[in-house]
T-cell receptor
Framework: DTEVTQTPKHLVMGMTNKKSLKCEQH?????MYWYKQKAKKPPELMFV???????INESVPSRFSPECPNSSLLNLHLHALQPEDSALYLC???????????????FGPGTRLTVL | KQEVTQIPAALSVPEGENLVLNCSFT??????LQWFRQDPGKGLTSLLL?????REQTSGRLNASLDKSSGRSTLYIAASQPGDSATYLC?????????????FGTGTRLTIIP
């Protein structure tokens, strides 16, 4: 099973709402990632979790709050977002551990977020 | 700062032709390079991963090469089909204090004309 699942597929929220994005994998991977992708642009890294601990935060605003409850699950909590935060949010996972082993990243289908 | 560029930004070729997509990066201190395809509005599908010690990888009609010293990678697609139409992204993988970071190229939008 090389599948990363994400829910919901689409999300529309107001600037005062609180919502969460969910990502799940059952490949035994120990590294998980959040990316943000604007239209016609490549994905940009937001957060990296390694062995359930936040290891990289690419200076993401605090209105985005990641959480890794266990090795299979990754959440992204959203609060007080702005319209410019509308984008495709992608989750990915990789085996983790020694980089030199060649850790291929597998991506989920993404959540299309619209902030009104 | 690592910069990854893909040229051309868009490419249209007739079905059946062989084609090459290019990827260049500015910092050769990479660990691996990965090629993806992305269909409109969808997630990324991994095509090939080339480790830094390798020079090429093959999967079916796809062949990817890596030349770290010149900062270049190519993706060769043989006997193109309409189903190959998608945006192709290369991404270099670097290590940041033991954690992996993926930096994506700007992408090539490929259209195969039936």
């Amino acid at each position: 099973d090389t599948e990363v699942t994400q829910t919901p597929k689409h999300l529309v929220m107001g600037m005062t709402n609180k919502k969460s994005l969910k990502c799940e994998q059952h490949m035994g991977h120990r590294a998980m990632y959040w990316y943000k992708q604007k239209a016609k642009k490549p994905p940009e890294l937001m957060f990296v979790y390694s062995y359930e601990k936040l290891s990289i935060n690419e200076s993401v605003p605090s209105r985005f709050s990641p959480e890794c409850p266990n090795s299979s699950l990754l959440n992204l909590h959203l609060h007080a977002l702005q319209p410019e935060d509308s984008a495709l949010y992608l989750c990915a996972s990789s085996r983790g551990g020694l980089v030199i082993l060649g850790n291929e990243q597998f991506f989920g289908p993404g959540t299309r977020l619209t902030v009104l | 700062k690592q910069e990854v560029t893909q040229i051309p930004a868009a490419l249209s070729v007739p079905e059946g032709e062989n084609l090459v997509l290019n990827c260049s990066f500015t910092d050769s201190a990479i660990y691996n390079l990965q090629w993806f395809r992305q269909d409109p509005g969808k997630g990324l599908t991994s095509l090939l991963l080339i480790q830094s010690s390798q020079r090429e990888q093959t999967s079916g009609r796809l062949n990817a090469s890596l030349d770290k010293s010149s900062g270049r990678s190519t993706l060769y697609i043989a006997a193109s089909q309409p189903g190959d139409s998608a945006t192709y992204l290369c991404a270099v993988i670097i290590s940041n204090f033991g954690n992996e970071k993926l930096t994506f190229g700007t992408g090539t939008r490929l259209t195969i004309i039936p």
